[in-house]
């Protein structure tokens, strides 16, 4: 997989019990990614969903499959989209409701040579809508007090 493009931290006020469900659960993607309007579980499978989203008024459709590589370490990859990208969140227990989210970006092999050739140019409006996103469910677990 080599190394992320780039990594995001953010300190959650939740149990890292409650923020690994939350990520587990893809239907919960819209609430913490304003991106993505429907996700739809692709029959058949176990962990593959297809992500709706909004781009100038075009529905768009990606494909994600989560993996994970332990209990608190949960891979999104996506594709079918403008970029083919894997996000791994990686969680982090500080104290009983404070939890540490890592999220590691990568740009996947299966994008043409123009997206990975410009991968440098859109690196940082990348970065900052994936920290967005990281922001969105931050504030999700401290609106909602979770424990």
């Not at 996000?87 to 999220?103: G, H």
């Not at 994008?111 to 140019?121: A, L, P, Q």
């Amino acid at each position: 997989m080599g190394n992320p493009i780039y990594e995001n931290e953010l300190e959650m006020a939740a149990s890292i019990g409650v923020i690994r469900e939350y990520l587990r659960d893809p239907k919960k993607i819209p609430e913490w990614n304003s991106g993505v309007t429907h996700v739809i579980k692709v029959s058949g499978t176990t962990m593959e969903y297809t992500l709706i989203r909004v781009y100038q008024s075009k529905r768009v459709k990606e494909h994600l499959t989560i993996s994970y590589l332990n209990k608190d370490v949960i891979n999104f990859k996506v594709g079918g989209g403008k970029i083919d990208y894997q996000m791994k969140f990686s969680l982090t227990k500080l104290a009983e409701n404070r939890t540490l989210i890592r999220e590691s970006i990568y740009i996947l092999e299966t994008n043409d040579r123009i997206v990975n050739d410009f991968s440098e140019v859109i690196k940082p409006f990348m970065r900052a809508a994936f920290k967005d996103n990281l922001s969105d469910l931050k504030a999700y677990f401290a609106k909602e007090k979770i424990e």
